[in-house]
């Protein structure tokens, strides 16, 4: 599928291909991108749920967070103004060198960015979340014409 611009200018906007007498539209591929990171995120966060439950099992206690909780309140930090002072001069050096940063590429046409899952409850989302589905791979059943 294409759209014509102009008498000689013509932009694709979707792709199919022909496998064995199916015809299949190509995803687009800032979806197949979302997809994979998507996959990956979610085997890498499954991972880590894992390896903690295992670490409850055998009976480990992260020692640092318990033993900084309650002294954090008891003890503050000094703060050295010569310090600060050497801090804020080679940010404000950094800052006049280098250029300020580009604003962020607009997203592709027809891509809608994924929603914020921050909101829900860590419990809530490891008992919901599935890995996504992967354009490429997981196209459903075949299309194929009957006769």
């Known amino acids: 599928m294409q759209k014509r611009d102009g008498p000689e200018k013509v932009t694709p906007m979707l792709t199919y291909y022909v496998l064995d007498g199916s015809i299949y539209q190509a995803p687009q591929l800032c ?43 008891v003890t503050k930090e ?38 914020a899952e921050g909101e829900k409850s860590s419990e809530n989302q490891q008992a919901v979340a599935q890995p996504p589905v992967d354009p490429i791979i997981d196209q459903g059943p075949s299309k194929r014409r009957k006769f």
Request: glycine share 4%.
């Open 31 to 73: 979806n197949v991108f979302a997809a994979r990171v998507g996959r990956a995120l979610y085997h890498i966060s499954k991972a880590f749920t894992t390896a903690a439950s295992k670490l409850e099992k055998i009976g480990f206690v992260d020692v640092e967070n318990e033993n900084t909780a309650p002294e954090s309140k």
């Open 78 to 115: 000094t703060i050295d103004f010569k310090e600060l002072k050497r801090l804020d001069h080679i940010l404000a050096s950094m800052q006049r060198k280098l250029p300020p940063a580009p604003p962020p590429p607009p997203f592709p046409e027809g891509y809608t960015p994924p929603t």
